[in-house]
């Protein structure tokens, strides 16, 4: 069954590219979830005018990799510990959370996040809210890696397996 979640791990450019080439995941756009306005920019959220998260809409099919495969993916390229910065991305819109539509999601997100706390002895700092709000980004960012390969990524490809790729 397809299914949908909303992933926020830093710069879009990286998260996006990174899901996009795993076995089960059919479609991903980029966007800003969850913020104080509507129909945000990437100009407002540089000038701080809106502080949404800059996010990254993964359709997956759940029969080849489940939500918390994606979750222990996400896990591979952020600092869990981290706020509002990933990579060399400092701000707010860099913070890392998974925003869900249904209360099963809820819950697998909120078990993931319990089970990593309990495992690095540590509180990791990746929300998990419900969607309020997902924007489509401007199209020079849909596939931004895609278009620019040599564009600034601070996500490993390498970290992805051979037997999960595409």
């Given at each position: 069954?397809?299914?949908?979640?909303?992933?926020?791990?830093?710069?879009?450019?990286?998260?996006?590219?990174?899901?996009?080439?795993?076995?089960?995941?059919?479609?991903?756009?980029?966007?800003?979830?969850?913020?104080?306005?509507?129909?945000?920019?990437?100009?407002?959220?540089?000038?701080?005018?809106?502080?949404?998260?800059?996010?990254?809409?993964?359709?997956?099919?759940?029969?080849?990799?489940?939500?918390?495969?994606?979750?222990?993916?996400?896990?591979?390229?952020?600092?869990?510990?981290?706020?509002?910065?990933?990579?060399?991305?400092?701000?707010?819109?860099?913070?890392?959370?998974?925003?869900y539509q249904d209360?099963?999601?809820?819950?697998?997100?909120?078990?993931?996040?319990?089970?990593?706390?309990?495992?690095?002895n540590r509180k990791?700092?990746?929300?998990?809210?419900?969607?309020?709000?997902?924007?489509?980004?401007?199209?020079?960012?849909?596939?931004?890696?895609?278009?620019?390969?040599?564009?600034?990524?601070?996500?490993?490809?390498?970290?992805?397996?051979?037997?999960?790729?595409?």
């Amino acid at each position: 069954m397809e299914k949908r979640i909303v992933i926020g791990g830093g710069c879009f450019w990286g998260v996006e590219e990174y899901f996009k080439r795993l076995k089960g995941v059919t479609k991903t756009t980029v966007g800003y979830a969850n913020g104080n306005m509507e129909n945000p920019t990437y100009q407002d959220l540089i000038s701080h005018k809106a502080n949404h998260v800059e996010a990254c809409e993964l359709y997956y099919d759940d029969s080849i990799i489940s939500l918390k495969t994606i979750l222990s993916h996400m896990f591979r390229f952020i600092d869990p510990f981290s706020i509002n910065k990933q990579g060399g991305d400092i701000g707010v819109q860099y913070r890392t959370g998974v925003y869900y539509q249904d209360d099963e999601d809820k819950t697998i997100a909120e078990d993931f996040m319990n089970e990593m706390s309990k495992k690095y002895n540590r509180k990791v700092a990746v929300e998990v809210q419900k969607e309020k709000h997902y924007y489509l980004a401007e199209e020079y960012h849909q596939d931004y890696l895609q278009k620019n390969p040599t564009g600034y990524c601070h996500v490993n490809m390498n970290l992805i397996k051979e037997d999960e790729k595409k």
